[in-house]
């Protein structure tokens, strides 16, 4: 098989596409032969990830429903098809903490633009995708959307739970449809995301770091390939899944030495 050629012909949405897990994804799926629409709040990284794999870029907000509506309405237009979305974009805000200091504006703006917008970017998708009669659906869920941490980050653990029930839902829901819905899990992923967050308390890092059997952060890479296996055919029989990509971390009992 030619791997250079395995996502020919598609179209993909990728959400937070500028940089992280999203922009290494895009390079993935380009090299694979994908035609790539970004999907991001900032212009200026925006356009240069969508000129770097000959693509389109379309800013959004993805917590506006009308704003994502056009990010899956104009992939359609430009190149007539939305075959694979990546919902990726995510953040994770120092104010989302323990649950006894978060409070409630916090906790809200990470639902909106963890949860609600995968709400809203699944439908948007969907609304191409069962008129095709085929599509992949890739949602960024998390390893804590599976279990428990006690460095929480309360409101982000809780959207990325949602985002694994609603994608194994959607999964079942649309299956006979021709249309493959799965939530990627990954650990800690070396991305501008993660180094600010722990650069901010590096007790916090190294008491993660310690529980993850492989000795280190994943790279956006590792990700981008797992990605792309569930946007490809070579994963046609998997749907509905919990594809955790996390270095052993949820498996594990004791850490080896």
Request: proline content about 4%; overall charge negative.
């Amino acid at each position: 098989m030619d791997l250079t050629q395995r996502l020919a012909g598609k179209v993909a949405v990728i959400t937070g596409g500028a940089s992280g897990i999203g922009l290494a994804t895009a390079r993935r799926m380009a090299a694979e032969g994908a035609k790539i629409v970004i999907g991001d709040m900032d212009p200026t990284s925006g356009q240069r990830a969508a000129d770097e794999v000959g693509g389109s870029f379309v800013q959004v907000n993805v917590a506006d429903e009308d704003q994502v509506n056009n990010l899956f309405d104009t992939a359609f237009k430009i190149y007539g098809s939305v075959d694979i979305a990546f919902n990726n974009a995510g953040i994770s805000p120092p104010d989302d903490d323990s649950i006894e200091t978060t409070e409630l504006p916090a906790w809200q703006k990470v639902q909106d633009v963890n949860l609600k917008s995968v709400y809203l970017c699944c439908r948007a998708a969907l609304k191409h995708m069962t008129k095709q009669g085929s599509g992949s659906i890739i949602n960024t869920a998390s390893f804590v959307a599976v279990m428990g941490s006690a460095t929480s980050q309360i409101s982000y653990t809780a959207s990325k739970g949602g985002v694994l029930a609603m994608s194994r839902e959607l999964g079942v829901q649309f299956a006979r449809q021709g249309i493959r819905v799965n939530a990627l899990c990954p650990g800690p992923v070396n991305t501008p995301l993660l180094q600010e967050l722990f650069a901010k308390d590096p007790e916090r890092a190294a008491r993660r770091l310690i529980h993850i059997p492989m000795g280190r952060f994943a790279n956006p890479e590792e990700l981008a390939a797992a990605v792309a296996f569930l946007a490809s055919d070579d994963s046609s029989f998997i749907t509905g899944s919990t594809f955790l990509v996390d270095g052993g971390i949820s498996g594990h009992y004791v850490t080896p030495m």
